[in-house]
């Protein structure tokens, strides 16, 4: 289960977040940089204890300047994260047409369209990239007659 989503730049600045559960969200800078000092590839899922003593299991991968960090349970299946983490850019990258660190801080609500669209409860419900994309070409087009 993804219990949190974060999107951050490389100064740590949050441009998008989402929590699955009902814990606070971790401090993203000391995640980022928890991340960035494990420079072997085979370190990248590393588990860090949260509040309540549990641990996460931190997923993470750069795209461009964007830093898509995932915490899910220690159980989960790493590969998997690592294909949603892929299909989530491919799908704004399909939205946004080349989606940059902008794109995401202009509309931060469709990109939580798109993630709500694929993950639900936090667990991952759809990856098919049109039926993602589809209600959100929907909002737009009625969007676009209104005004």
């Known amino acids: 289960m993804i219990e949190f989503l974060l999107v951050c730049n490389k100064t740590g600045a949050v441009r998008v ?17 928890d991340c ?5 590839p085979n370190q990248c ?3 860090m ?18 830093f898509f960090v995932l915490g899910v349970s220690p159980d ?5 994260h690592f294909a949603f983490i892929h299909n989530l850019v491919e ?18 609500d469709r990109a939580h369209m798109i993630l709500d669209e694929i993950v639900v409860n936090g667990f991952i419900t759809e990856s098919n990239r049109s039926r993602v994309l589809a209600p959100i070409a929907i909002l737009d ?3 676009d007659k209104v005004s």
């Open 17 to 33: 977040s989402r929590s699955y559960t009902t814990r606070p969200l971790p401090d993203p800078r000391t995640v980022l940089h």
């Open 36 to 40: 960035l000092k494990r420079n072997s």
């Open 45 to 47: 899922p590393h588990f």
């Open 49 to 66: 204890t949260v509040d309540g003593g549990e641990e996460v299991r931190i997923i993470f991968r750069q795209y461009a300047s964007l």
């Open 76 to 80: 989960d299946n790493v590969m998997a």
């Open 91 to 108: 799908t704004l990258n399909s939205y946004f047409s080349n989606v940059c660190e902008l794109d995401l801080m202009h509309n931060v």
């Open 141 to 143: 087009k009625t969007v």
